[in-house]
Every structure is written in structure tokens, then in C-alpha cells.
């Protein structure tokens, strides 16, 4: 079986908008003009890669149900992160919570299916992410969760939590080494 690191899109691969003077409640962006991809994000994912891991993108979209975004805006933004980043592939929820779904983080649909299409060990693996909801999502599938720390989530429990993605990918190194011997 494969190991992979499951990354949250909006605040670890994308920076995070903040709307109406509320630093507090992290947004994803509405459009093209507001979606950019975090600085040094390349170097952290690749070395990911050359560790072995498979690299996959789940999030929520609930703005799709709400009427905010559309799918193509989705499928633009999804271009540009397979074009510029090592990822494997990209899942997206348009759901919200009252839908009931199972691939709507805290639910770990979106892990698990990935899990069984590329044949990963799940408990082998890292879920890396900025919110309660990805840290539990993780945590059902089996995997080792990592939160990067934010103004705006000093509260969400994770097995371990980082500054950054480069210092994640350190934390995931040293954990995948000791689980090898």
C-alpha cells in the first residue's frame, strides 16, 4: 500500500480571505483575482513527493450549494493548482452541512475514497490542514493529523502542529523515519 499526505486547499495551498472586518472566520475565495497559491508552497510539497508520498487536495466548497461560486470557477482554480503543484489529484465537497453527505469534512469521505482508488494505507498517512473539521476528518480515516497554526485556530487539537508547510513536511519526515524502524 502507498502512504499520501491529504492536504486542506483554503489556508494551506491557497491563501484564505477575510470578509466584512472578520479576521476571525477564514473564506475561500470568490474569484480568480482573489485565489493565490501560499508563497513557498512548491518546495514543501515536492519534497513530500521525493519521500515517497502521494499528495491529494479535499475541500469543502459549500459556496457552490450557497450560489456564490459556480463549478467552472472550481474547475479554473483546480487547473491552476494541478498545473503549478505535485498533486495527485484534487477532491471537492460543494455541500453543506445540512446536506448530510459523507464527503463533506468532519466526514472522511473524501480520505477514504481516495484511499481506496490509489490504494493508500490511511495509518500511514497525514492529513495537514488549518481547521477543527480537517483534523477530525484525519482522524476517522486513521491517519496522523497536522494543523498549521493561524491567528484564527489556536483552539483545534491535532497530533502535532506546525507554523508552516515546510515545517510540517520536517515533522512528517521525522515521523515516517521512526515508523520505518
Known amino acids: 500500500m502507498q502512504k499520501a499526505v491529504f492536504l486542506d486547499r483554503d489556508g494551506v495551498i491557497n491563501k484564505v480571505v477575510f470578509r466584512n472586518g472578520n479576521s476571525q472566520k477564514p473564506i475561500a475565495p470568490w ?30 466548497q459549500p459556496d457552490i450549494t450557497k450560489g456564490i461560486i459556480d463549478h467552472s470557477f472550481i474547475a479554473e482554480v483546480n487547473a ?21 453527505c459523507s464527503c463533506r469534512k468532519p466526514k472522511s469521505g473524501m480520505i477514504l475514497s481516495l484511499a ?18 480537517d483534523m477530525v476528518a484525519g482522524k476517522k480515516a486513521g491517519s496522523t493529523t497536522l494543523l498549521l497554526e493561524k491567528h484564527y485556530n489556536n483552539d483545534v487539537e491535532a497530533d502535532y502542529k506546525s507554523i508552516t508547510l515546510h515545517e510540517a513536511v520536517k515533522i512528517i519526515n521525522k515521523i515516517h523515519h521512526r515508523k520505518k524502524e
Open 31 to 60: 474569484s480568480l483575482k482573489e485565489f493565490s497559491l501560499l508563497p513557498s508552497i512548491k518546495l514543501p510539497l515536492l519534497n513530500l513527493k521525493k519521500f515517497g508520498f502521494k499528495l491529494f487536495v479535499v475541500t469543502n
Open 80 to 100: 491552476v493548482i494541478s498545473r503549478e503543484l505535485p498533486i495527485d489529484e484534487i477532491r471537492v465537497c460543494p455541500h453543506v452541512d445540512s446536506d448530510g
Open 116 to 133: 481506496k482508488k490509489w490504494n493508500i494505507d490511511c495509518n500511514n498517512s497525514f492529513m495537514i490542514g488549518d481547521s477543527w473539521k
